[in-house]
């Protein structure tokens, strides 16, 4: 009961970590990556 949640810890610690040193280091993007999702007002219809 106790070793599951210790052995997600370890496992958790030893992992590198996901965060950038912005902006010396900058995330890579596939090339399939379209950008930004952006809200036009005059387009929406407000999913109805």
Same mark, same amino acid.
């Given at each position: @009961? ?6 997600? %810890?370890?496992?958790?610690? =030893?992992?590198?970590? &996901? ?8 995330? =890579? ?6 950008? %930004?999702?952006? =809200?036009? @007002?005059?387009?929406?219809? &407000?999913? &109805?």
């Amino acid at each position: @009961m106790i070793l599951k949640p210790i052995g997600k %810890v370890a496992a958790q610690a =030893l992992k590198a970590p &996901s965060t950038l040193q912005f902006p010396e280091e900058k995330e =890579l993007f596939t090339d399939n990556y379209r950008g %930004v999702h952006r =809200l036009d @007002m005059k387009t929406c219809i &407000s999913c &109805s």
